[in-house]
């Protein structure tokens, strides 16, 4: 009766989901940043593998062929084209209860697929023709991968995770933050076994993917040091903004003028917070290892926009909002029972 009574629920959830991505999904017309996802899908397929996007320098090119062959089978109508990721999304809300439930039970799991279903910004970005709603999905399976090869060490989970990770990172560029994330959790996981030959099939997993892509890291490298003269990376509007308003700029200027006390001050709280993570991982609190991944991601992206000029905007954040959502239902439940 109870495992009905859940699956009733996971039922009307994932209802719930489908309805809110897929009811008025071809609507509105495709907006600026579709449009340039459906002329860089409108190349041959090799093309797309092989060449450097026109438009979209930090997208990679899964999500393209992806919209390449769904355009050929189902056209290229608003519905057509953001139907992928609207399946995307309503799967991401699934994954994220499959994970919560391994992490947790499935009452908790429960919460944090319903508020996936329900997030705004999930719900809005599964309904775009961009491959945010795919990294998404892609950043909760290959997390699940991650824990469970770190419980058990069965090869299939390794190269599993080593494949949805390569998905990711040839889906984004975006995505590497949470590849280099998973990377320290699962070292310093594995360093405190005595299985070294666990450490080295995952280094050698992880140098696969690696070299899987640098041919394409190798472009957008050239077009953030500012060899291609058809492509700037510009920095991003909020760090403008929140350097001015902390008088570490003046306005209309791109240039910092940082004191040594402020540098000091953010690599200390940078240090702080990966001494935690350290901990929290050699503790194997695995709840604490979602919130090391979005740490982590975060932290990347803002040095990132601080140092290397790279964009930091909301949307490269979006593919964690599962994992907080799991969190968010975790620290919910931690507090009923202890209350």
Wanted: aromatic share 16%; net charge neutral.
């Amino acid at each position: 009766m109870q495992f009905n009574l859940q699956a009733l629920v996971l039922s009307g959830i994932l209802a719930l989901a489908v309805i809110l991505r897929f009811v008025g999904l071809g609507t509105e017309s495709l907006w600026q940043d579709e449009i340039l996802s459906v002329l860089e899908s409108r190349r041959p397929w090799v093309d797309i593998i092989t060449e450097r996007f026109i438009f979209n320098r930090f997208n990679q090119p899964f999500y393209f062929l992806i919209i390449h062959f769904w355009a050929q089978a189902f056209g290229e109508s608003e519905f057509a084209l953001r139907a992928p990721s609207a399946i995307f999304g309503v799967a991401t809300v699934l994954a994220t209860f499959i994970l919560a439930r391994h992490l947790l039970n499935a009452w908790v799991a429960l919460g944090a697929a319903l508020m996936a279903a329900v997030s705004p910004a999930l719900v809005w970005y599964s309904q775009e023709v961009r491959a945010y709603s795919l990294s998404a999905f892609l950043l909760v399976v290959s997390t699940y991968f991650l824990i469970r090869y770190l419980e058990t060490r069965r090869n299939w989970l390794l190269i599993a995770y080593a494949g949805t990770s390569f998905l990711g990172c040839y889906a984004h560029y975006y995505f590497l933050p949470f590849f280099a994330a998973h990377n320290l959790v699962a070292l310093v996981w594995l360093l405190r076994t005595e299985g070294r030959s666990d450490l080295i099939k995952w280094l050698a997993a992880q140098l696969i993917v690696v070299l899987a892509l640098i041919a394409r890291i190798s472009t957008v490298l050239d077009d953030v040091s500012g060899s291609s003269d058809t492509f700037t990376v510009p920095l991003s509007e909020f760090l403008l903004d929140f350097a001015q308003f902390l008088g570490l700029r003046d306005q209309g200027s791109l240039e910092f003028d940082i004191p040594w006390e402020l540098w000091f001050l953010y690599i200390i709280v940078w240090a702080i917070i990966l001494a935690s993570s350290v901990v929290a991982i050699w503790r194997r609190d695995k709840v604490a290892l979602l919130v090391v991944i979005c740490l982590l991601t975060l932290i990347q992206l803002v040095i990132g926009g601080l140092l290397f000029d790279l964009p930091l905007v909301q949307r490269y954040l979006v593919p964690t909002i599962p994992l907080w959502s799991i969190i968010t239902c975790y620290g919910f439940a931690w507090l009923a029972t202890h209350l």
